[in-house]
């Protein structure tokens, strides 16, 4: 003779573990969602630091005056102090000169550097008068800005 088996019922957790599990589900899921919203609002209320941006309003390269004259203005929320100038990756700061910077209008930009205020233009003149060559009629040259702060602008310019 067989024996027959008893089959019981077969229930996973009882109705008070399942629902603690489901308790415990819904609590992390908050946590993780309010972690999440807790960063993206503290980011989005936090005021960014202000940084400087430089922009050039005009430029010019005259060959028969061996010279490169622009405008650079401030548009950041912060002033900046013009350190170096470079001409096709080539440091010229030394021939710079800015309009009323003291000093036969010659700014130190090397050593002190040059304060530009927020939204302040300011005429910079690369006058390489001593160099023969130094500009090319229809020849393009790389104009780079950069500040003591890191912040720098450059662009081309055409010589004519």
């Known amino acids: 003779m067989k024996k027959k088996r008893q089959f019981r019922s077969k ?4 109705d008070i573990v ?3 599990i489901l308790m415990l589900l819904a609590v992390a899921a908050g946590v993780v969602v309010y972690g999440y919203l807790m960063g993206w609002i503290g980011g989005a209320t936090t005021n960014p630091k202000m ?4 922009s050039f309003d005009s430029m010019y ?14 548009v950041g929320g912060t002033n900046l102090v013009l350190s170096n100038v470079y001409v096709s990756g080539i440091d010229r700061t030394t021939l710079c ?5 003291g000093a036969n209008n010659t700014a130190i930009l090397n050593g002190t550097g040059y304060t530009l205020l927020v939204q302040q233009v300011v005429d910079l003149t690369i006058n390489s008068t001593g160099y023969t060559g130094f500009l090319s009629t ?6 780079e800005v950069a500040c003591k702060d890191g912040t720098q ?8």
Not at 61 to 74: F, K, Q, S
Request: aromatic residues 6%.
């Open 11 to 14: 229930r996973g957790f009882s």
């Open 18 to 20: 399942a629902s603690l």
């Open 51 to 54: 940084a400087g941006h430089l």
């Open 61 to 74: 390269a005259n060959v028969t005056g061996n010279t490169i004259t622009l405008a650079l203005r401030d």
């Open 97 to 101: 000169s800015i309009p009323g910077a």
């Open 138 to 143: 229809g020849t393009y040259y790389t104009v």
């Open 153 to 160: 602008v450059s662009q081309a310019v055409m010589a004519q």
